[in-house]
Nanobody, 115 residues
């Protein structure tokens, strides 16, 4: 079993910054990728950023140049640094890990950006 604990969400004004963290524990023997998704009210869940086992990153066009995904040296914690936040970034953000081909999800953390 894999446990994911997220933190770092909150309320921020447009133009501000937040940093999300997701700590993984348990049977994390082979992490293929660490990802951040988000879901705004009334919308589907979308991939925001991803980092694979080799360290390559990928971003949604809407966040390129503003968000940065990274992980710790032990590769068990993934971060999402969010700068220049916009009201349209308001959503519940979810950590997702591909461990041995199986997806695991965090509980979600709310990010609200006021205009």
């Amino acid at each position: 079993q894999v446990q994911l604990v997220e933190s770092g969400g909150g309320l921020v004004r447009a133009g501000g910054s937040l940093r999300l963290s997701c700590a993984a524990s348990g049977n994390i023997y082979r992490i293929n990728s660490m990802n951040w998704y988000r879901q705004a009210p009334g919308k589907g869940r979308e991939l925001v950023a991803a980092i694979n086992s080799g360290g390559s990153t990928n971003y949604a066009d809407s966040v390129k140049g503003r968000f940065t995904i990274s992980r710790d040296i032990g590769k068990t914690t993934v971060y999402l640094q969010m700068n220049s936040l916009k009201p349209e970034d308001t959503a519940a953000y979810y950590c997702n890990l591909d461990v041995g081909g199986r997806p695991y999800w965090g509980q979600g953390t709310q990010v609200t950006v006021s205009s």
